[in-house]
């Protein structure tokens, strides 16, 4: 569903890959296993209000029983990138600040999607 609704938006919208995420999160300080900081300049720059213009939102997602959590404690994003038998996604985490570079993410999960113009 997430590879799927990027393009329904219209001519040349697409879903990034890993690779695209991942520059994205180095141009603003990197993940959390990258970086010094451990993905904390990543996750301020490119939250909500970080400077970057980003503007990523904790919104949680949908768990495999069906059920809403997390929705002020994370922000996963999917990337279009498979992985360990799911994808791999972006997590905003809002304990330690940090932005994680995830995989194997079940792909019954609803995570946010960030489409990007080609």
Do not use: M
């Not at 697409?14 to 900081?37: F, Y």
């Not at 990523?56 to 949908?62: E, S, V």
Request: net charge positive; with cysteine; proline share 2%.
């Amino acid at each position: 569903a997430a590879r799927r609704v990027c393009p329904a938006t219209g001519k040349g919208w697409r879903l990034p890959s890993d690779a695209e995420w991942r520059q994205l999160a180095a141009r603003h300080g990197g993940i959390s296993a990258d970086a010094l900081d451990k993905g904390k300049s990543a996750y301020k720059a490119l939250l909500t209000g970080g400077g970057s213009g980003f503007n990523a939102l904790l919104g949680g997602g949908r768990d495999q029983q069906g059920q809403y959590a997390r929705g002020d404690a994370h922000g996963f994003y999917w990337t279009a990138t498979e992985s360990d038998g799911g994808a791999v996604y972006y997590n905003f985490g809002k304990g330690g600040q940090a932005l994680h570079r995830q995989t194997g993410g079940e792909k019954d999960r609803a995570f946010s999607v960030r489409c990007i113009h080609d």
